[in-house]
């Protein structure tokens, strides 16, 4: 059974960052792209970032390229995503989830704010 | 890299059927059968409940359905039952690499 666990979420001051840690078990990791999608208060689903089995390339949305990097340790089974410069508007429980097929984090949540 | 657009609500009585449309452009729905579709209930994390245009993994009711043509994809619920009531999301990959979400349709069953 395919499980992800994000974590890392928190309340964070603006300009400042913030690491976010996925944890995936039961599918073969390195096999399968994989992504950060946000969902800020009471809105829609946004998806962030993406990052290929193999970790080479990271593709993001135009609201936070330049600002996050998407990495992952495949030894570890492990997806990061490093917010930096973080903004109001970054507020979001944000869900690491598997680009093809079923599995999404529970979600974790960042709140931006002063 | 606009979101793709969906209704914002749709609503339907128990056994009956309602069907919500996805519309991007050439750039993502109408070039790649990459479609997927998400339900979220409240407090939940999104589900799959087709991908690839049509297809339905593994557990999920054949009541679901989904289907596309030109630019717009479309996600049909048959024989509503009251559990159907939820946000329900398309998603399409795009020319850039990159995944586009539809802003989300709420289903409210009467």
């Known amino acids: 059974e395919v499980h992800l666990l994000d974590s890392g979420g928190g309340l964070v001051q603006p300009g400042e960052s913030l690491r976010l840690s996925c944890a995936a078990s039961?599918?073969?990791?390195?096999?399968?792209?994989m992504s950060w999608v946000r969902q800020a208060p009471g809105k829609g689903l946004e998806w962030v970032s993406g990052?290929?089995?193999?970790?080479?390339?990271?593709y993001y949305a135009d609201s936070v390229k330049g600002r996050f990097i998407i990495s992952r340790d495949n030894s570890k089974n492990m997806m990061y995503l490093q917010m930096n410069s973080l903004r109001a508007e970054d507020t979001a429980v944000y869900y690491c989830?598997?680009?093809?097929?079923?599995?999404w984090g529970q979600g974790t949540l960042v709140t931006v704010s002063s | 890299q606009s979101a793709l657009t969906q209704p914002a609500s749709v609503s339907g009585s128990p056994g009956q059927s309602i069907t919500i449309s996805c519309t991007g452009t050439?750039?993502?729905?109408?070039?790649?059968?990459?479609v997927s579709w998400y339900q979220q209930h409240p407090g939940k994390a999104p589900k799959l409940i087709i991908y690839d245009v049509s297809n339905r993994p593994s557990g999920v009711s054949n009541r679901f359905s989904g289907s596309k043509s030109g630019n717009t994809a479309s996600l049909t619920v048959s024989g509503l039952q009251a559990e159907d009531e939820a946000d329900y999301y398309c998603r399409s990959y795009t020319s850039s690499s990159t995944l586009v979400f539809g802003g989300g349709t709420k289903l409210t069953v009467l």
């Open positions: 990052i290929s089995g193999s970790g080479v390339g990271g």
């Open positions: 039961g599918f073969t990791f390195s096999s399968h792209a």
């Open positions: 050439s750039s993502d729905v109408g070039t790649y059968n990459y």
């Open positions: 989830a598997k680009v093809a097929g079923s599995g």
